[in-house]
């Protein structure tokens, strides 16, 4: 029986057609070339690599590449402007509201983005609990320890707890520790995952009768 709900943010919450994802890893790009001193296109395929051996840009750096700054890149990352496309989403309040148990964030942004994107969307006092990548030790998903760490204060364990994020592989890491993950794809970009999928998250009641 699942008893919590455990979303993603970003992409997840609202539209992956707004933009925002495309705009923050733009931004992840400048501050990588500029930092490695190279081109993007002379790094890309090695960031590819180390995101999936890592789970995010910032352990890459931080893990290989002796990088420190770690306020400086979480502000130029995530400028002040970089919500503006997001608009209050009252409906989203309304069905996240009507959910039959609690719901909570668990999110590799930083915890001053998730406030920003829950303040825009309308949907403050919603969640139990928002767990970001600091509150994580900037070792978040797909790691299992970032799971855990959301759901240990629940005191529940993963079978009972329905996890939905827009990324496979953070959906697989899920998966692995005994828990159910669903895909939400919005635009049925990832046509050969083998698992659950939604285009909208909405549908997501079906996984909770």
Known sequence: MIKHILF????????????????????????CSSYLGLSWEEIESIWKEAVKRCGTTLEWLRSEKGFTAIDDYLHYVHPEDEVDCIKPDSELRAFLESLPCPCSILT?????????????LGIEGVFEQVIDIEINGFKGKPHASAFYRALNPLGLEPKEVLFVDDYPRYVNGYLEIGGPGVLIDEND??????????????EITRFLA
């Open 108 to 120: 590799n942004s930083p915890g001053f983005h998730a406030q920003r994107v829950i303040k825009k």
């Open 189 to 202: 970009v990832h046509k050969n995952w083998p698992y659950e999928k939604i285009r909208n998250i909405r």
């Open 8 to 31: 993603d943010l970003d992409s997840t919450l609202y539209s992956i057609n707004l933009g925002l994802e495309d705009f923050f890893f733009s931004r992840v790009r400048e501050y």
